[in-house]
Structures are given as structure tokens and as C-alpha cells.
């Protein structure tokens, strides 16, 4: 109930804001400044590929990931992985279950 979308970490710059992120939300395509936004949880929304390249970097900081891109999962080494990695840092690996 009382979450703010901080930041939003976009593959592609736009001309326009999108509609989900007011004036605070810091919305880049740069990891980086992603990263030293203040955010508690990262959604993840961009795809399996995402998951493979930026997962370990939010967990390791200490941060909760929400994945909706379950598929990358059937790589059980990946999931062992980010389980662990998630377990060491103090992390939440959370996996979205059911339609999105």
C-alpha cells in the first residue's frame, strides 16, 4: 500500500515519460544510475536475457528481486546460483507465479 516506484531501468530512451513513473521516478537506461537510485525491491519485466545479465548485481547489493521472466529458471544452475547468492547477501529471490 505505500510503495513508490523509484526508479525504472528502460532498454530504450523515449521522448515521453511513461505513464507509471512521476517526476520523482528516475527513469534510465543506464545500470549505474539505476542502481545507486534508493529502491528496496527491483521488479524485473525485461526478459529472461535481463535475468542472465543483471540478476546477480541486484542481489548481491542486498536488494529483493521480483522475476516474471520464470523461463530463465529451466537453467537450474542459474536458479542455484541466484538462490545462493540471494541467501549470502540477505536478499529475497522471489519468483512471480501465474500469468502477468
Known amino acids: 500500500p505505500n510503495a513508490v516506484l523509484a526508479a525504472a531501468l528502460v532498454q530504450r530512451p523515449r521522448p515521453e515519460r511513461p505513464a ?3 517526476s520523482t521516478c528516475l527513469v534510465t537506461t543506464d545500470l549505474e ?3 545507486d537510485t534508493d ?3 527491483c521488479v ?4 529472461q536475457p535481463w535475468i542472465r545479465e543483471n540478476a546477480h548485481r ?3 547489493a ?11 529458471f529451466t537453467d537450474d544452475a542459474l536458479h ?3 538462490a545462493a547468492l540471494a541467501a549470502r547477501s540477505g536478499a529475497r529471490l522471489l519468483i512471480a507465479a501465474g500469468a502477468m
Open 39 to 41: 529502491w528496496n525491491i
Open 20 to 22: 507509471c513513473c512521476d
Open 58 to 60: 541486484v542481489l548481491a
Open 33 to 35: 544510475a539505476f542502481m
Open 62 to 72: 542486498g536488494r529483493d528481486l521480483l522475476v516474471t521472466s520464470v523461463g530463465a
Open 80 to 82: 542455484a546460483d541466484l
Open 44 to 47: 524485473e519485466a525485461a526478459g
